[in-house]
């Protein structure tokens, strides 16, 4: 681990070199590098890596709300909360294999907390790392309340990429989806895949796993998920830039959310149940259309 402003952050390298940047402020994914060590995530030259907000890029956890769509903050209270390192998580299932560099994170409700969002949580993160570079994020969120409580949640990942107009997704034609710039009003996608050429703010509905083609780069993101049904897919184009602080004008060129999400359909958990979200990222040189 190594401190930025007080902060701790963990450092995650795969034996051949791909390595993950880790902040206990907000459980955030701050870097992810390959093996010849090209970052692959997108920080705003422009980031504050102070709280209390959380840092513009990387991967910062939307909990237990996303978006506006409550009474919270935007986008919810984990992504801004100090987390703890979990010295002895309980064991995950399917079993995943210790033997990969990684990291267990655990954020639990507050007395702060509690009175914005009174529902007692466990929240366990791991970060993982494959030998080949690829980066897994479980998330485990335990109901310890006497009470059920609901949830929308999403890994907002910003990838880094090298010209917006150049990208396309696959994998989310013909869905439905909600478009935040038109009162979340639903939609079906009617093209072949999604290109940029203005502002997207959109949520996917039951989506399976997807692809973002990145042509200059000529390299693919493949972006497999479990127990998130919905994908965010935003791009806050040019005048929008401008309205956010933390973020260069001319930026939006070379970012893109996608996020493994479940917002649609909260989650819902009884008192002592607990939810899993797993999402796995991995980047491959694209030829033509990738198959997923
Ligand atoms: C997106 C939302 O997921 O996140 C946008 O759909 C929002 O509406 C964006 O602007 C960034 O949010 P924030 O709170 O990190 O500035």
Redesign the pocket.
């Known amino acids: 681990t190594k401190d930025r402003n007080g902060i701790s952050q963990v450092l995650l390298r795969s034996p051949r070199g791909a390595s993950a940047r880790i902040s206990l402020h907000g459980g955030q994914v701050l870097s992810w590098k390959t093996e010849s060590g090209e970052e692959l995530l997108f920080t705003s030259s422009k980031a504050i890596f102070k709280p209390p907000k959380?840092v513009r890029g990387g991967i910062?956890i939307c909990f237990p709300q996303f978006?506006n769509r409550g009474s919270l903050e935007?986008?919810g209270f984990a992504r801004n909360r100090m987390w703890i390192i979990d010295e002895n998580p309980p064991p995950l299932c399917p079993i995943e294999s210790n033997a990969k560099p990684h990291i267990d994170l655990l954020l639990k409700s507050s007395e702060d907390d509690l009175k914005i969002w009174p529902h007692n949580f466990q929240f366990r993160l791991r970060v993982a790392l494959a030998v080949d570079g690829h980066l897994t994020l479980i998330s485990r969120v335990r109901n310890v309340n006497c009470k059920p409580f609901s949830f929308s949640f999403a890994y907002?990942t910003y990838f880094s990429v090298s010209d917006i107009s150049e990208v396309r997704v696959e994998g989310i034609e013909t869905l439905d989806y909600l478009d935040?710039l038109c009162n979340r009003e639903r939609f079906t996608e009617q093209g072949d895949a999604l290109t940029f050429e203005s502002e997207v703010?959109r949520v996917y509905l039951t989506a399976s796993d997807v692809a973002v083609f990145d042509h200059e780069k000529k390299r693919t993101f493949v972006i497999r998920k479990d127990g998130l049904p919905d994908v965010?897919v935003?791009n806050?184009w040019e005048k929008k830039s401008k309205a956010?602080t933390d973020f260069g004008d001319e930026e939006y060129k070379q970012m893109l959310?996608v996020d493994g999400a479940a917002i649609e359909k909260p989650i819902t958990l009884k008192p002592g149940e607990e939810w899993t979200g797993r999402l796995e990222l991995s980047v491959v040189p694209s030829i033509k259309s990738a198959t997923l």
């Open positions: 959380a910062p978006g935007q986008h907002h935040n703010d965010v935003w806050p956010i959310c």
